[in-house]
């Protein structure tokens, strides 16, 4: 026997000794039997998270949440763009100061306005992802309670190369979400 050849019979039975001792069940799963099919079914979750009643009712809060500082950011777009027009229409007619103040009020504004829309828009973002978090959940646990209840062995999420419509779950969890949000409603 080779060194090479001794080296390998001995690992192998070293693997052997181990493998040997782990008991049974925990070398491998146990298989299913042959006569139970798996049941699959397949969930649209871009669907989901467009109509589902909890989605579209965090929408409507940060609507109503940055209605006000969004009407008052385009107030302040709008007195610049009046501000601009300002200039270029008098400004060969104002005075030294009164040009340079009015350029000193448009720099301002339009710093304001930039720092304004930038700290809006990561608030929003912030708070989308928030409300997205909170009916992701909410999704995610219906999907789950739905598939327990039907007796489905796995649920496939979007996107997918293909399923089938007999598979598609996404009708009735989007109606179980429903019923949800409408036993939430007074």
Do not use: C, H
């Not at 782990?22 to 079914?41: H, L």
């Not at 009046?82 to 060969?92: H, P, S, T, V, W």
């Not at 304004?116 to 909410?138: A, C, H, I, M, V």
Request: aromatic content about 4%; charged content about 35%.
């Amino acid at each position: 026997m080779t060194a090479r050849g001794g080296a390998i019979g001995w690992i192998g039975a070293v693997a052997f000794a181990v493998l040997a001792s782990v008991p049974a069940s925990a070398q491998a799963p146990a298989p299913a039997p042959a006569s139970a099919a798996a049941r699959v079914g397949y969930v649209d979750m871009k669907r989901l998270l467009d109509n589902a009643p909890q989605v579209v009712a965090g929408r409507s809060r940060l609507q109503r949440e940055f209605a006000p500082r969004d009407a008052a950011l385009k107030a302040d777009e709008e007195r610049l763009t009046e501000l601009r027009k300002k200039q270029e229409r008098d400004g060969a007619l104002l005075g030294k100061d009164d040009a340079d103040r009015l350029k000193r009020e448009i720099d301002a504004l339009d710093r304001s306005v930039r720092r304004t829309r930038e700290e809006l828009r990561n608030e929003l973002k912030t708070r989308s992802d928030q409300e997205l978090d909170r009916s992701w959940q909410e999704i995610n646990n219906a999907v789950v309670e739905y598939a327990r209840e039907q007796g489905y062995d796995l649920i496939v999420p979007s996107p997918v190369v293909y399923a089938n419509p007999r598979v598609d779950i996404t009708d009735a969890v989007l109606e179980r979400l429903r019923r949800a949000a409408g036993a939430r409603t007074p």
